[in-house]
């Protein structure tokens, strides 16, 4: 998510029909498919089936599948998520061993209508939308004070998402065309000395300042002519440009403050965060014991040496943890110089190359995530060593570190798992890193969990 959208997450908590459509228009269409599951089916809507709503509600709402996108795009996204969805579901029935407890026809009916009526349902929003926009009067009209980088990209958001019920009428700049070159979002309307009486005599409703904080003086001078007015009136500050994490407002006994760079896990979401990790690394835990039994056998009697490899980490705010592996070579590397893993490896031991194969030698880092070092899903950790490396060649390697080491991560469901042999793909790998930061929700882990799967069985990167 760029800053910029990020900040016009924040204009869609106005909450108008259509923002609210957005938000909910997923979670009540699988609600109303189960519902219509059920009642075919003849069966009562019970406690069980209420338990299965709420669950499915929470790991759906708020809704973000796309409006406007193509048919095939929406069938990929509408896919996607159902698989995402029926797998955890599934996982927690199993594990809970509550699955037994509803009809396999209800369930099958279910899973193969809610896709069905969330592509019906979000293929017809074209048509639904501008009667909606309707409802509260038409959109909203919108003029932006500056014309620079940051307006003219929230100029391009107001254009490019029809659900806030936005309409921008023009910009105001004090600068000349010459300087400023063309801005095909919208029209220039004039100087910012006039746009007191535009806004009234236009009936103007909203008003975005996006002038640079250095101006201060001109945007108490806009704040002055708009006193006279009834417009809303927002600052979005160029602070925005910069590549934020979690950015969100505060304040300490009324003085407010922006955070530009936090951790996404602050306060509840900390919470969820850690119960998540305990509650599913335990259940891992148990289920996969007899596998990690078996797996330290082969290691301990493959090759000589002992059965988990600990190296050291960094962790959390940048401190040195241990991390545990099962040994895959024959070497016990942990100095100031780590040569990475790469293809045909002399070091790699052969039960030791299967394992890295299939990522089974990280298992034992679920005991790292019960001791609160490492979280399930988070940035994977870097041998110190090569931290020290990627620390001085890449900006802002180290904001990683800002959460717990993952098992797995972001970067890995998406191709950047295995060696990292150019700068090029730990870059890559950095950037994702950095995503998943600024768009954490516990849907997401959820998803990458199951993403890994599928990777690691498919992938031929890792060795």
């Not at 099958?108 to 009526?117: C, I, K, Y």
């Not at 490899?309 to 592996?325: C, P, S």
């Not at 994977?380 to 890449?394: G, M, T």
């Amino acid at each position: 998510m760029t800053p910029v959208a990020a900040h016009t997450n924040l204009l869609s908590t106005r909450l108008s029909p259509a923002a609210l459509l957005r938000s909910l228009l997923q979670p009540l269409l699988i609600q109303f498919a189960l519902a219509v599951s059920v009642w075919w089916h003849g069966e009562s809507f019970s406690a069980p089936y209420l338990v299965l709503a709420l669950i499915a509600f929470f790991l759906t709402y708020p809704g973000h599948l796309s409006f406007g996108v193509s048919f095939a795009a929406l069938t990929r996204e509408v896919l996607t998520e159902s698989v995402a969805v029926s797998g955890i579901l599934i996982f927690l029935g199993y594990a809970t061993r509550y699955l037994q407890d509803f009809p396999l026809p209800v369930l099958l009916t279910w899973w193969w209508l809610s896709p069905a009526l969330l592509l019906a349902g979000y293929a017809s929003i074209p048509v639904l939308l501008p009667r909606l926009l309707a409802l509260e009067g038409g959109p909203t009209r919108a003029v932006i004070v500056g014309a620079g980088p940051l307006g003219r990209r929230l100029g391009q958001q107001f254009l490019n998402t029809p659900y806030l019920g936005v309409k921008l009428i023009g910009f105001f700049e004090d600068r000349s065309r010459e300087r400023i070159g063309e801005v095909p979002e919208a029209p220039l309307l004039g100087r910012l000395a006039t746009l007191g009486e535009f806004v009234k005599a236009n009936q103007i409703e909203l008003v975005y300042i996006t002038l640079p904080m250095g101006l201060q003086p001109r945007s108490l001078a806009v704040l002055d002519q708009l006193r006279d007015t009834t417009a809303s009136i927002y600052f979005a500050p160029d602070i925005f440009l910069l590549d934020l994490i979690q950015s969100r407002m505060d304040n300490i006994n009324g003085i407010p403050v922006v955070a530009a760079c936090e951790s996404p896990f602050f306060g509840v979401n900390g919470l969820i965060k850690r119960v998540s990790d305990v509650v599913l690394s335990l259940l891992i835990l148990v289920l996969i014991a007899p596998l990690l039994l078996f797996i330290a056998l082969l290691v301990r009697f493959s090759s000589p040496g002992p059965i988990l490899f600990r190296q050291r980490r960094y962790g959390l705010d940048g401190k040195e943890i241990v991390v545990y592996k099962f040994r895959s070579m024959s070497v016990m590397e942990d100095g100031a110089v780590v040569r990475q893993a790469t293809r045909d490896d002399d070091r790699i031991t052969p039960i030791g190359r299967f394992l890295r194969k299939t990522s089974l030698d990280e298992l034992p880092q679920f005991i790292n995530v019960l001791q609160g070092r490492m979280s399930i899903v988070g940035p994977r950790p870097h041998a110190v060593a090569h931290n020290e490396e990627y620390r001085k060649r890449i900006k802002g390697y180290m904001v990683r570190h800002k959460v717990k080491p993952g098992i797995t991560g972001w970067a890995q469901v998406n191709g950047f798992r295995g060696e990292t042999d150019k700068l090029e793909k730990m870059e890559s790998r950095i950037e994702h890193d950095l995503e998943y930061l600024r768009n954490w929700s516990l849907r997401l882990d959820l998803s990458i969990i199951f993403r890994t799967v599928w990777v690691v069985l498919k992938d031929r990167q890792a060795y």
